[in-house]
């Protein structure tokens, strides 16, 4: 596989922040995705990052550090609709995604 | 626009039986995919195609077969159904990605088959 590591789980509660850590082998990348997913829905597109810093859209923001091969997604203001899995995925060349296993995260009121 | 569609929804097999997955895109997408995602095992390419009337493997193509006859249709073919296919399969779509600053390209998703194999 592409060595994508992320957490299995993680329980926040609403209102709250959560960060989700991403590691990677760095070798070929052209960008780091992440992506939500909802039970029995297809995956979504949130976030995207090719060069080293901060991207914010509303109340995710993701992070990027190309040299130490690492991300993560940044959720503020959790709500109940956030509970989900977010998927990092990496892309090397043009097209290929390589996905890490998820992590599911579950917002308790 | 209906995006990346997908049919059928659900589907029970009986081991040795064959079947297709249609995937449809009306983005005018290059580049199509199928995946499978299994159970703590996250998304798993199994062939993808980058241009209509082409085709590769991915990670897990063994079992399966592709064909982009048309731009807008990629198929996945299950000649003899195995327990081991049983997942659940989602074909996606994108533009090329041209690397830095020129936008993220990201893949969109169909709403996935659910298939048993019995």
């Known amino acids: 596989g592409q060595n994508i590591d992320q957490p299995t789980e993680m329980t926040a509660t609403e209102g709250a922040i959560v960060q989700i850590n991403c590691t990677y082998q760095?070798?070929?990348?052209?960008?780091l995705f992440w992506y939500q997913q909802h039970a029995g829905e297809a995956p979504t597109f949130l976030s995207y990052n090719v060069l080293d810093g901060l991207e914010e859209k509303g109340r995710f923001s993701s992070f990027l550090s190309r040299s130490k091969g690492y991300s993560y997604l940044l959720l503020k203001e959790l709500q109940m609709k956030d509970s989900a899995s977010y998927l990092c995925a990496v892309r090397r060349g043009d097209y290929k995604l390589s996905f890490g296993a998820g992590t599911t995260v579950t917002v308790r009121a | 626009n209906a995006g990346v569609t997908q049919t059928p929804k659900f589907r029970v097999l009986k081991t040795g039986q064959s079947m297709t997955l249609l995937c449809a895109q009306d983005?005018?997408?290059?580049?199509m995919y199928w995946y499978r995602q299994d159970p703590g095992m996250g998304l798993r390419l199994i062939h993808y195609s980058v241009g209509e009337g082409t085709t590769a493997k991915g990670e897990v193509p063994d079992g399966y077969n592709v064909s982009r006859l048309k731009k807008q249709n990629f198929l996945l073919g299950l000649e003899s159904a195995a327990p081991s296919q049983t997942s659940v399969y989602f074909c996606?779509?994108?533009?090329?990605?041209?690397?830095?600053?020129?936008?993220?390209?990201?893949?969109?998703f169909g709403p996935g088959t659910r298939l048993t194999v019995t």
């Open positions: 760095t070798s070929g990348f052209n960008g």
């Open positions: 996606a779509s994108s533009r090329p990605g041209q690397g830095s600053r020129r936008g993220s390209y990201e893949q969109y």
């Open positions: 983005m005018n997408h290059e580049y």
